[in-house]
């Protein structure tokens, strides 16, 4: 028998509730080993719980260590921090993963096969801003700052590299703008070295500057293999490179800490397109398949991965974000197909 394991299932706001039944159903019919605690979070969880993040659901995430997270809508104007960011601090969840490949065809790049490894919890992100006033008036300078520690910026270029070895990847490139900002900056720049030394002879190690890097993932994104990078920096590429394969209904994300992973679709909760059934489910789909690929599942991994492929190529069921005209439960229906 299967060994099961237990994982916390949130299925979020807006698109969540459809693009996660998706998910479970094509998990399902996979034999995936999970077995799903429902839990809330986001503007459900403040409707229904008074909160945006349940203690239970916090309960749950420390148990199993281990969840798949639909979009979650940022409550706006009641003093709540974004749960997400709560999440990352709460859980350690340092490092941000996200793959970018191209499956599509017909997009504007055919060979895009990239990570942009993105460290998660230090970095400007730390919220230390504040306004300066000068003479009457209060608010006259935005004061911000920002750190990173050397252990963090080890752990995470040492997570990069693992990763790296893990994946039969075989270069990672430091993303810094140390010429300017050289300590925030330096001292990523300094430990990545230090880090990429231990790795000499089995990964190539390259460094580039972010606003180069920048150009450069617009021009010439096949260069790119293992991309690591400080928090800022990160969230921005990462987007940029989602951009690049079609859009954010195909670009998933892990969250990875000591202890917890969190998974998820990088898009929102697409309130938009809500209830209407026509929502890509792909991009959360994706994120299952990172999620079985760290429970040392590859082998459904695999088999789900080339099933997304098989259905958005050949089948050319594509939903609108993509060019098409499926709906959900089209795509749902056609992934069932093709991992039979
Ligand atoms: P969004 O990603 O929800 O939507 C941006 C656009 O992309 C919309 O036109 C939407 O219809 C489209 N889109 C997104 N996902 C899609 C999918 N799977 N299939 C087809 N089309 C899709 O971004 P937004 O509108 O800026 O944010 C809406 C809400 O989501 C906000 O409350 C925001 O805070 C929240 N949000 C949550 C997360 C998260 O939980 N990880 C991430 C981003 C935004």
């Not at 079985?292 to 492929?309: F, K, P, T, Y």
Request: aromatic letters at 6%; glycine letters at 10%.
């Amino acid at each position: 028998m299967t060994q099961t394991i237990p994982a916390t299932l949130i299925s979020g706001d807006g698109i969540g509730p459809e693009i996660m039944s998706s998910v479970t159903t094509v998990m399902k019919a996979l034999d995936a080993p999970f077995v799903w605690e429902h839990h809330a979070a986001g503007m459900g969880a403040l409707e229904a719980e008074g909160t945006p993040l349940p203690e239970s659901t916090l309960d749950s995430l420390r148990r199993t260590g281990l969840a798949l997270k639909g979009p979650l809508t940022t409550p706006v104007g009641t003093g709540f921090r974004s749960i997400n960011v709560t999440l990352r601090q709460q859980f350690g969840l340092y490092a941000n993963l996200r793959p970018t490949k191209t499956i599509v065809p017909g997009g504007r790049f055919e060979n895009v096969d990239l990570v942009v490894v993105r460290e998660n919890i230090e970095g400007l992100y730390a919220a230390m801003e504040h306004y300066l006033p000068v003479g009457d008036d209060p608010e006259a300078v935005a004061y911000g700052a920002g750190f990173n520690t050397r252990a963090e910026c080890n752990r995470i270029v040492r997570f990069a590299f693992e990763y790296a070895v893990a994946n039969n990847r075989k270069k990672v490139t430091l993303v810094h703008k140390a010429n300017i900002l050289k300590i925030l900056s330096g001292i990523f720049l300094h430990e990545g070295r230090r880090v990429a030394a231990e790795y000499e002879g089995r990964i190539a190690v390259e460094e580039r500057i972010v606003d180069a890097c920048a150009m450069e993932l617009v021009i010439k994104p096949e260069n790119y293999d293992v991309i690591v990078t400080t928090n800022l920096f990160g969230d921005i590429l990462s987007d940029l490179a989602a951009g690049l394969v079609g859009g954010l209904g195909m670009a998933p994300g892990a969250n990875i800490g000591e202890k917890v992973a969190v998974f998820e679709a990088v898009h929102g909760s697409a309130p938009d397109i809500a209830g209407k059934g026509v929502a890509n489910p792909l991009a959360l789909m994706m994120a299952g398949s990172m999620m079985l690929a760290h429970v040392g599942r590859q082998d459904l991994s695999g088999r789900l991965d080339m099933a997304i492929e098989q259905v958005v190529t050949s089948g050319g069921i594509r939903t609108r974000d993509l060019g098409g005209t499926a709906t959900t439960q089209d795509v749902t229906q056609a992934l069932l197909q093709a991992i039979q």
